[in-house]
């Protein structure tokens, strides 16, 4: 069974950056899209950004587009975030997910496993 742990976050000053990493384990990660989505307190669970099985297709949020960038690496078992440009608004708890639905997509529903999270803070 397909388990995710996510690591990489912490606490950056405005306009930094962050990469965050998904390892997977139980599974190959082949015939899975993945995604990330970011949970901020009182806030709906929101997504991110989400990549295809062969990492040829991938999607953005709005807020975060031409910020971050989604990438997979099959052969480590791992699907990254590198997150430039940081704002305030950008501090949430971040969550890897995947489905073994072709479709990626940014709506919460239909994926897991999902990960713990890991936090990320963006503040002077």
């Known amino acids: 069974q397909l388990q995710l742990v996510e690591s990489g976050g912490g606490l950056v000053q405005p306009g930094g950056s962050l990469r965050l990493s998904c390892a997977a384990s139980?599974?190959?990660?082949?015939?899975?899209?993945f995604g990330w989505f970011r949970q901020a307190p009182g806030k709906e669970r929101e997504g991110v950004s989400c990549?295809?099985?062969?990492?040829?297709?991938?999607k953005y949020g709005d807020s975060v587009k031409g910020r971050f960038t989604i990438s997979r690496d099959n052969a480590k078992n791992t699907v990254y975030l590198q997150m430039d440009s940081l704002k305030p608004e950008d501090t949430a708890i971040y969550y890897c997910?995947?489905?073994?639905?072709?479709?990626?997509?940014?709506?919460?529903?239909?994926?897991?496993?999902w990960g713990q999270g890991t936090q990320v803070t963006v503040s002077s």
């Open positions: 139980g599974s190959t990660l082949d015939y899975y899209v």
């Open positions: 997910a995947a489905t073994g639905s072709p479709i990626c997509t940014l709506a919460t529903s239909n994926w897991g496993p």
């Open positions: 990549i295809s099985s062969s990492g040829w297709r991938t």
